[in-house]
């Protein structure tokens, strides 16, 4: 019995320190489905929790028609997301915050981030953030990587059972309907994919999109998502993995677009499709873990998110994949590979990776959902 629950039930701890271990997730023996745990939850929430109010340093990116908005600081241009260095990092770890307050209601911080959120999303707040897209210039700011994250931050309140995340949510509707009015204009005008490991990636952006369109019944985004996607990737073959990573990836192109078309064609149009995406050998490639140089390197540090995201894709890929499927097993067992390797850097000290990892963490823990 004891063997069989040993078997069962994967503990995987992540070394922090010679004296110190902290177990932040379990794992069912064939690396299905993992749990967060509440020691895990505790370290992970707090690492946005140190620079979601803290403006600077801080990465702009604003085209400035003026003196008069060239002298704006971060917290009057976005008054809601100007922390943890930029604004998709805020409204990435935001949408963290609000995932590990709804799966752990006792969650030991959950008074300070309620406090914290209480602060930052606010209609006031939220309507200066919304009228900065409605500007000519501005209407591809974030585009889609930012769209994409204040998309899943709004899917994870809207089923949040709680009077907090209602206010929350009611406040950020503004911001999300703008955004979904942008991103149909920009649909049919995109010609080709952003096919980059990094911010623009065209696949990463739509999958929480389409994700989002789904959850809310909004059949026309999910439509119009649906055919982009189609136009854009149904005809792929042989993707060049042998040209992955790149030295400041933190997505594998190739993945995040299998793992879109699993979402977007049925089951046995996907089978082909994979096949003819990747072959085996690619996906031997991509098992292999990227080597991470310098940690406090800002780009370079980029590759841990690589890992997590890489471990979501590869989950999300098995899981529509039959149990005899050979590339199942190594998918689930590079993904579970890829998420122990990267978590125990999350918490490296070094500002570049700890303003927004965690987010890609929770993500990749909870496989992608």
């Keep these: 019995m004891?063997?069989?629950?040993?078997?069962?039930i994967i503990f995987?701890?992540?070394q922090l320190s010679a004296q110190q271990k902290i177990q932040f997730f379990t794992s069912n023996a064939d690396s299905t489905q993992f749990t967060l745990t509440s020691e895990g939850a505790s370290h992970l929430a707090s690492l946005p929790m140190k620079c979601i109010l803290q403006q600077y340093p801080n990465k702009i990116n604003h085209t400035a028609v003026a003196d008069s908005d060239q002298m704006l600081t971060p917290?009057?241009?976005h008054p809601s997301f100007y922390g943890c260095f930029d604004w998709h990092s805020s409204v990435?770890?935001?949408?963290?915050?609000v995932r590990l307050l709804k799966q752990f209601p006792n969650?030991?911080?959950?008074a300070t981030i309620r406090s914290v959120l209480n602060t930052t999303l606010t209609q006031k707040n939220i309507q200066i953030e919304t009228n900065y897209f409605k500007s000519s210039l501005n209407r591809s700011f974030e585009r889609t990587y930012g769209w994409a994250w204040i998309l899943k931050l709004q899917q994870e309140l809207l089923d949040y059972n709680d009077p907090d995340a209602q206010q929350w949510s009611k406040a950020l509707q503004p911001l999300c309907d703008t955004i979904i009015k942008i991103w149909n204009v920009y649909l049919p005008k995109q010609t080709y994919a952003n096919r980059s490991g990094m911010h623009g990636n065209t696949a990463f952006g739509l999958t929480f999109a389409l994700d989002y369109a789904r959850a809310t019944k909004n059949i026309k985004f999910e439509n119009a998502i649906i055919a982009a996607a189609k136009q854009l990737f149904l005809k792929d073959k042989n993707a060049p993995t042998i040209w992955e990573p790149d030295g400041a990836d933190f997505f594998s192109p190739s993945l995040m677009e299998a793992d879109l078309m699993r979402k977007i064609l049925n089951n046995n149009v996907y089978q082909q499709w994979l096949t003819g995406w990747l072959s085996n050998?690619?996906?031997e490639h991509l098992t292999t873990l990227p080597h991470v140089s310098d940690r406090t390197d800002l780009q370079?540090?980029?590759l841990d998110g690589l890992c997590f995201s890489r471990s979501w894709s590869m989950s999300g890929i098995a899981s529509?994949?039959?149990?005899?499927?050979?590339?199942?097993?190594?998918l689930l067992a590079a993904s579970t590979k890829h998420l122990n390797q990267s978590l125990n850097t999350v918490a490296s000290g070094n500002y570049g990776g700890e303003h927004w990892l965690a987010s890609f963490a929770v993500y990749a823990i909870s496989g992608g959902k």
């Design 92 to 97: 990435h770890g935001h949408w963290m915050l």
């Design 281 to 283: 050998k690619s996906l």
């Design 12 to 14: 995987i701890t992540v």
């Design 300 to 302: 370079i540090v980029h």
């Design 2 to 8: 004891k063997k069989c629950l040993f078997i069962a």
């Design 107 to 110: 969650l030991k911080e959950q």
């Design 75 to 77: 917290i009057q241009q």
């Design 320 to 330: 529509v994949l039959s149990k005899t499927d050979p590339r199942r097993k190594l």
